[in-house]
């Protein structure tokens, strides 16, 4: 079930990369808890927090061909959007509904990113429907890898799919029909699930009657791998496994990341209700974002002033996102047609 990493990719990593990764993650989480302080001032109707899961989503970014490959992402998955290049604007944009928002003009619930021109598939707010729809757009690229209409190794061209969710989602039917779809055909597909134990309020064990969910990855016949969701290094070491996998014509990959949300399931959630302070508390000592500095402070690769700049920079650039997207217009009531229903033709 699980793949052994005989050599991790991530030692090759030079360190201007591993200082993008951990930008990335930061500015992920400023803008993130700049959300939150939005909603409880009242300036926005809801957030849905992706705390705790940078690790498991820049990890998966940097393996990725990004802007080429495709991505079905889920809705906390804030830091895999900005990895792949949604700017900080965009997202205040679609907290806030405004006109120009890059993804639907306003209409369309925030962290339902999208974006035609970087390849991030909308997703729709019932869970998991992604998952065959990410297969099928799998299918169609090894179907055109086979009629010759593409080069395989041509890396300008998408050479596989990935599709994230959460492990609760795993309950429904439609992730297990597009696994077994991958797994037949053998898709150049991955299938990221960030588990952080809680579906809303049911934990775990009232979820699955196994220990992971990649134990299940035999059944679909795909490779299934379990990996510290909060270690973007490892994240990204069996990430560039199942890519590579993809890429050669292996099949898919079910990969699981196990992390933890520290905060409630979204701003409409009270998690107090199902799980105790301590611990969340006790899960806090164990965030991806202070793993990952400490690690970089020790190597020498992070030190106290880059870190203030780094620091610095995330509030200038979330400070200028949430002035500009307070400052954008609404949408006209008129636009709510636009683009959802054909023009009418004229009549005689």
């Not at 889920?74 to 830091?79: E, N």
């Not at 290049?85 to 999208?114: A, V």
């Not at 996102?321 to 004229?346: K, M, N, R, W």
């Amino acid at each position: 079930m699980t793949n052994h990493i005989v050599e991790r990719a991530s030692a090759r990593l030079n360190e201007s990369t591993l200082l993008e990764m951990f930008w990335g993650m930061l500015l992920s989480r400023r803008l993130d808890e700049r959300a939150w302080a939005l909603h409880r001032q009242g300036k926005i109707h809801f957030h849905i927090s992706g705390m705790g899961h940078e690790a498991a989503q820049v990890g998966t970014a940097f393996a990725l061909n990004r802007g080429v490959d495709y991505i079905h992402p889920y809705y906390r998955d804030l830091a895999l959007s900005l990895a792949v290049g949604i700017t900080p604007t965009d997202f205040m944009m679609s907290l806030f509904g405004r006109k120009d928002e890059y993804s639907s003009g306003g209409r369309q619930m925030p962290s339902h990113f999208s974006s035609k021109d970087k390849h991030i598939i909308s997703g729709s707010s019932p869970v998991a429907t992604q998952v065959p729809q990410a297969a099928g757009l799998a299918f169609a690229i090894q179907y055109r890898q086979k009629c010759g209409l593409v080069d395989p190794n041509d890396t300008s061209q998408p050479r596989l799919a990935l599709a994230c969710l959460g492990e609760g989602s795993t309950s429904q039917g439609e992730w297990h029909e597009g696994m077994n779809w991958a797994g037949v055909h053998k898709l150049p597909f991955i299938c990221l699930v960030q588990n952080n134990i809680y579906a809303i309020s049911v934990p775990l064990e009232s979820q699955m009657a196994v220990a992971n969910v990649a134990d299940r990855a035999t059944a679909y016949g795909v490779a299934g791998v379990v990996v510290d969701g909060n270690d973007v290094l490892a994240v990204y070491d069996v990430m560039v496994q199942a890519v590579q996998r993809a890429y050669s014509g292996g099949g898919a990959t079910l990969v699981e990341a196990k992390t933890y949300r520290p905060v409630p399931h979204s701003s409409d959630d009270d998690d107090r209700s199902y799980r105790s302070r301590e611990e969340v508390a006790e899960w806090k000592k164990k965030d991806p974002i202070m793993r990952f500095q400490n690690s970089l402070l020790e190597d020498g690769i992070l030190n106290d002033s880059l870190l203030h700049d780094y620091e610095s920079r995330a509030r200038a650039e979330v400070d200028k996102a949430q002035a500009d997207a307070e400052a954008a217009p609404l949408p006209d009531a008129e636009e709510v047609f636009g683009s959802v229903y054909a023009p009418l033709e004229e009549q005689p």
